[in-house]
């Protein structure tokens, strides 16, 4: 037997002693165990949504709060049909109008009994660069256009028509008068006429291609009434 007895052992309740710090109530995980599969990614996105703080899960710290901010890289493309300026419009009010069709239109019981293209002058008065007049009389290019002889079937009376193949604006719309006189000058004709929007005769002239000028100088002196 021993001289001295044991010294009595502290009663600790049967319970492993608990360390004095801790920074939760949760103790520390063994470290062969698996950390659990965090609920959300906590890396940032342009096309994930950012998980708010009121939602479940442990995302990351960093949030934009419960409605993600948009992004012009996830943005709906923009529709490529723009509102046209011509909506409502008929497309073919958009075209201009053709010369033939408009001759047509205009001539009723006429038919055509000469045609050829041809240039149409017509005489005015000179300007300067300031666009004042200086007196002196030139010629004023208005245009290329078809010249047409047009005759009526039941009262034969007979007229020139032309019109500027681009515009379309009527550039002559006379009718031929007894003993009117025509007057050749190279690949020119010319003849005392009254241009459309003039109330007054003018000195006009027509020019031809050279290979044209002969036949028309010819079909323009039998149009004239006898």
């Not at 032309?162 to 050749?184: C, D, H, T």
């Not at 020019?207 to 079909?219: F, H, L, R, W, Y």
Request: glycine share 8%; net charge positive; no cysteine.
């Amino acid at each position: 037997k021993p001289l001295f007895p044991p010294p009595p052992s502290k009663d600790t309740g049967g319970a492993a002693a608990a360390p004095s710090f801790s920074f939760g109530a949760s103790s520390i995980k063994p470290a062969s165990q698996p950390p659990p599969a965090a609920a959300s990614s906590s890396s940032f996105s342009f096309s994930a949504k950012p998980v708010s703080a009121t939602e479940g899960g442990s995302g990351g710290m960093f949030s934009f709060g419960s409605k993600p901010a948009i992004s012009s890289f996830n943005k709906p493309p923009a529709s490529s049909t723009a509102p046209s300026s011509n909506a409502g419009v008929d497309e073919d009010e958009l075209e201009p109008e053709k010369p033939e069709e408009v001759l047509k239109a205009d001539d009723g019981d006429e038919v055509i009994r000469y045609e050829v293209r041809a240039k149409f002058l017509k005489m005015g008065v000179e300007v300067d660069t300031d666009g004042k007049p200086t007196g002196k009389k030139e010629w004023k290019d208005l245009g290329v256009g078809a010249l047409k002889i047009m005759v009526h079937k039941i009262n034969d009376k007979r007229r020139l028509v032309m019109r500027n193949e681009k515009s379309g604006k009527i550039l002559l719309n006379m009718a031929l008068y007894a003993r009117m006189a025509f007057k050749q000058q190279k690949q020119h004709i010319h003849f005392l006429g009254v241009p459309e929007g003039s109330d007054k005769p003018t000195r006009v002239s027509v020019k031809v291609g050279a290979a044209d000028v002969i036949e028309a100088m010819k079909q323009l002196a039998d149009a004239v009434p006898k």
